[in-house]
């Protein structure tokens, strides 16, 4: 027995010159667990971030497809042909009855003898009736049977800028003009031919949305 062999120990734990016994802590099996688990987290997460650096570095691949799909989808939805906007008479087709209702007189037969230059029939000419004589605001009113707001009041409109549309209780194809407070003449004739060519232009059709 060694001088180093403590008292009572002896056999496979007696220390010889050249031999110590290997003293060692029992392995933690769940500290093994979550390094290894870690482990694989952070692999998982180097790999998604690669895959993002070769996403940016070669142009987006996915979101430039997806683009040309939308371009594709919108010559798709493209009509063949424009459509067709509404119908409209012509000015020489709409007959027109002209009313003053300001306390300037002559104004009627004025802008009467102006749109009959310019194409449209005229009618009667005159005062306003008493529910409007005084009592329009702004630069006058166009008044028409329901049937004719679609394609009658919007012509005589491009005439006179900022007149109110309105329809009523009549079932004549004629229109009223009646000419408000704030009148102080028809819209030039150059901008109001504009306005009809505007007016005329067919609408551009709505494209699909994918």
Known sequence: MSMLTPPGMGGKYRITGDKYPRMRRPRNR?????????????LG????????LIDVFTGGTKKTSAAERGKD???????????RSATL???AKIKVNVYNATKRGGLAKETADELKKRGFTVGKVGNAPPE???KVKGPGMVLGAPKSV????????TQLRGAVQ?????????????????????????DADKALAALARP????????
Do not use: N, Q
Not at 34 to 41: H, T
Not at 168 to 185: C, E, N, P, Q
């Open 30 to 42: 769940r500290r093994t667990s979550v390094a290894m688990v870690a482990s694989l987290v952070a």
């Open 45 to 52: 997460l180097a790999g998604w971030g690669t895959l993002e």
């Open 73 to 83: 989808c919108t010559k798709a939805a493209a009509p063949s042909a424009p459509a």
């Open 89 to 91: 008479l012509k000015p």
């Open 132 to 134: 409007y004589d005084k």
């Open 150 to 157: 679609s394609e009658v009041l919007p012509v005589l409109g």
């Open 166 to 190: 309105k329809a009523d209780t009549r079932k004549g194809k004629d229109v009223d003009l009646i000419l408000g407070t704030a009148f102080k003449s028809l819209t030039t004739k150059k």
């Open 203 to 210: 609408a551009p059709a709505p494209s699909k949305k994918c």
